[in-house]
């Protein structure tokens, strides 16, 4: 299947850049009620200027993906969003990412499978170790990373059940 069908990524028409805004505004506006991250909060999180968070927002916003409007709170600010359509190309994505996970966790027996997920929990509490030594708040949520370890749990477990279901 992988050498047949091409990676998800590949099938979506914009760049590693924009979907990582696509991703973060995703993931910041079904966390909050705020109307989506500010472009200048988008462009930290992206380590890019203000000037290019604003192009590339603007850019997403011509093609339908996002929204932009002004900060009812400070009306200097834009606060951005995913589009229907943006949310669309979102969740098409992660659903193509786990329908190829699922199958490539399928060949897997039930061993193996409580392997990757102990691994998986391994690198999460790496990952906040590293946090921790780089000086960030290990506690501290980012919400793309958040939502994207809440997924690959939901998709290993649900796994490890499907194949105890099968193979009783």
Same mark, same amino acid.
């Given at each position: 299947?992988?050498?047949?069908?091409?990676?998800?990524?590949?099938?979506?028409?914009?760049?590693?850049?924009?979907?990582?805004?696509?991703?973060?505004?995703?993931?910041?506006?079904?966390?909050?009620?705020?109307?989506?991250?500010?472009?200048?909060?988008?462009?930290?999180?992206?380590?890019?200027?203000?000037?290019?968070?604003?192009?590339?927002?603007?850019?997403?916003?011509?093609?339908?993906?996002?929204?932009?409007? %002004?900060?009812? =709170?400070? $009306?200097? *600010? /834009?606060?951005?969003?995913? &589009?229907?359509?943006?949310?669309? !190309?979102?969740?098409?994505?992660?659903?193509?990412?786990?329908?190829?996970?699922?199958?490539?966790?399928?060949?897997?027996?039930?061993?193996?499978?409580?392997?990757?997920?102990?691994?998986?929990?391994?690198?999460?509490?790496?990952?906040?170790?590293?946090?921790?030594?780089?000086?960030?708040?290990?506690?501290?949520?980012?919400?793309?990373? %958040?939502?994207? =370890?809440? $997924?690959? *749990? /939901?998709?290993?477990?649900? &796994?490890?059940?499907?194949?105890? !279901?099968?193979?009783?």
């Amino acid at each position: 299947r992988f050498a047949v069908h091409p990676p998800p990524l590949l099938e979506i028409d914009v760049t590693m850049l924009q979907f990582k805004a696509l991703l973060i505004m995703f993931a910041v506006t079904a966390e909050t009620d705020s109307g989506g991250p500010r472009i200048s909060d988008l462009a930290r999180w992206l380590n890019v200027t203000t000037a290019t968070a604003s192009t590339l927002v603007e850019r997403l916003v011509d093609r339908g993906l996002v929204e932009r409007r %002004e900060d009812p =709170l400070d $009306r200097r *600010q /834009h606060r951005c969003r995913p &589009s229907s359509a943006g949310q669309q !190309l979102v969740v098409r994505f992660f659903e193509a990412t786990r329908s190829q996970s699922r199958e490539l966790l399928s060949v897997l027996d039930e061993d193996e499978l409580q392997t990757v997920l102990d691994a998986a929990k391994i690198l999460i509490a790496a990952a906040a170790r590293y946090r921790a030594a780089a000086g960030i708040d290990p506690d501290a949520e980012c919400p793309v990373t %958040e939502e994207a =370890l809440r $997924r690959s *749990q /939901h998709v290993l477990a649900a &796994s490890i059940e499907s194949n105890a !279901l099968q193979n009783p």
